[in-house]
């Protein structure tokens, strides 16, 4: 990782690599379950790359945004990750989730910006680029700032109704609770700024108890269970074993050969049963 500074932000802020390129594609994927939704925009913002892309026009009155094109289903679990493009501006950009009864296009200032005010039934979540995360008239400091070259990822879980948020793949604690059984879209959104953004990533996993030990398991019994049972490769190999997983200290993940075989061996008696992909072997 390394940091650009941004005299607009506090600071330094970290980017996701070093590429020079100027359509760098690192961190990025080819794997989608919704894009913008170019019915779901303010006046002002333009969708491209197969509404991928979203570019915020400046107005001075106003606030731009956009809402992912589906639902975030109830009992999964969501990722997804926004690249910031290009230099920010104005004042900031905000990402998070909210519901979609509202006119887009009558949205004021702070009213978007993480707020509820005036007895408006609708609500949103939402991590700003100035390291803050606001909701229903609280604003609260959460995370780094980021900028041009941030990859901010945005991890919903509706089974448990908790919002976290990572920056450059590292996770940023819960930011919001409380949210199971609401709603909820994704959304991305910026005022007076010529901001430019893209979706590089997005997906989601039933709830189950198999993901859940995703959460608990070490990297070498993620790979034994991968070799083994080939059919389970989709969970074990995803993106959601990267941002379920605890945070191990690296006596746990560098483990010597006899530990391993001892991991493998214990696995095979016991786990495999928790994670429901195969029956627990008879003791002798």
């Not at 989608?32 to 001075?60: A, I, P, R």
């Not at 094109?69 to 989730?97: A, D, F, M, Q, R």
């Not at 008239?137 to 908790?162: A, H, M």
């Not at 008696?269 to 029956?279: I, K, S």
Request: aromatic share 12%; charged share 25%; net charge negative.
């Amino acid at each position: 990782m390394s940091f650009k500074h941004d005299s607009t932000q506090s600071g330094q802020y970290e980017i996701f690599c070093n590429c020079k390129l100027q359509d760098c594609r690192c961190g990025e994927s080819n794997v989608f379950e919704w894009t913008w939704d170019k019915e779901q925009t303010t006046d002002g913002v333009v969708l491209s790359e197969q509404n991928l892309e979203v570019q915020f026009h400046y107005n001075h009155f106003s606030i731009q945004a956009v809402w992912g094109n589906k639902l975030l289903e109830k009992e999964k679990h969501h990722y997804w990750e926004v690249k910031i493009l290009n230099h920010i501006p104005g004042t900031n950009i905000v990402i998070g989730v909210g519901t979609n009864n509202m006119d887009l296009n009558d949205i004021k200032d702070d009213l978007f910006l993480g707020f509820n005010y005036f007895g408006f039934n609708y609500r949103t979540y939402v991590f700003s680029s100035r390291g803050y995360i606001q909701h229903n008239e609280d604003k609260c400091s959460y995370g780094p700032c980021f900028g041009q070259g941030s990859l901010v990822g945005i991890y919903l879980n509706t089974w448990r109704g908790t919002l976290e948020f990572f920056l450059n793949r590292k996770p940023l604690g819960i930011a919001f609770n409380e949210l199971r059984g609401i709603m909820l879209y994704p959304l991305v959104g910026s005022r007076n700024s010529e901001s430019k953004i893209k979706l590089t990533h997005s997906c989601s996993v039933p709830a189950s108890l198999q993901v859940e030990c995703l959460a608990v398991l070490k990297s070498s019994q993620r790979e034994y269970l991968s070799t083994m049972l080939p059919g389970l490769q989709h969970l074990s190999k995803s993106i959601f074993a990267e941002i379920l997983k605890k945070n191990l200290s690296d006596n746990d993940e560098k483990k010597d050969d006899l530990d391993y075989l001892t991991d493998c061996m214990i696995f095979d008696e016991f786990d495999f049963a928790l994670v429901g992909c195969g029956r627990k072997k008879k003791k002798k």
